[in-house]
């Protein structure tokens, strides 16, 4: 396979499936590659599971479960975007971190005075990791147009929580045919976007803004 250029986020989860403390392990990167590289196998050999190891070109991006759920940016992208557009949301804000990736939209269309002189629009964000640094999460958002501040919905109230787990690799190769739970995931996630004028009756939603702008 050649060699790869490794992360910061994988050289943390290399430390941790080997059980070599990191600031150990940062010392010997530095100072002595060739002793952590002999340290390194010597664990990963004594792992009882697979692991799945999770590359972008010659970089080694994590070293993950073998059961992890590969839900990528790039599908989540791909998914959401049509419907925003044909919706009509505006895109506040979009990054992708070492660790997450974060979209942050509302729609003009669902827009109501809290009081007056003081209007919010409904939104959403999503957040995930495609390094194991974190579950998929969509919540629902309200921008403060007044002061372009906002409010994010607990997941447990209206959103939807999906951590990256999946079914353990089986087959010599270790390939992972998951498009099934992956299709299933981003319908939800399309779903729960196209359904959001639902939320903006809910009570518990309702009771949140009602108390966030008394204070």
Request: charged share 25%.
């Amino acid at each position: 396979h050649g060699l790869w250029d490794i992360s910061d986020v994988a050289h943390r989860q290399i430390a941790a499936k080997t059980g070599i403390p990191k600031q150990y392990y940062d010392r010997m990167l530095q100072n002595e590659p060739g002793l952590l590289s002999q340290n390194v196998n010597k664990w990963l050999n004594r792992l009882d599971n697979r692991i799945m190891l999770r590359t972008n070109g010659d970089r080694l991006e994590a070293l993950l479960s073998d059961q992890y759920l590969r839900v990528d940016y790039w599908k989540i992208v791909g998914k959401i975007l049509p419907t925003i557009a044909s919706l009509g949301f505006e895109v506040k804000s979009c990054d992708v971190t070492p660790t997450h990736m974060y979209i942050k939209a509302v729609s003009p269309d669902f827009e109501w005075e809290v009081r007056k002189g003081d209007n919010v629009r409904m939104g959403f964000v999503i957040k995930t990791s495609d390094v194991g640094m974190g579950a998929l999460e969509i919540s629902l958002f309200f921008e403060q147009l007044i002061c372009t501040n906002g409010m994010t919905v607990p997941v447990e109230i209206h959103g939807i929580r999906r951590i990256h787990k999946g079914h353990k690799i089986q087959d010599a190769n270790g390939i992972i045919r998951s498009e099934p739970e992956i299709g299933g995931i981003l319908g939800d996630i399309d779903g729960f976007v196209n359904g959001l004028s639902h939320y903006a009756s809910c009570d518990p939603v309702m009771d949140m803004m009602d108390s966030s702008h008394r204070q």
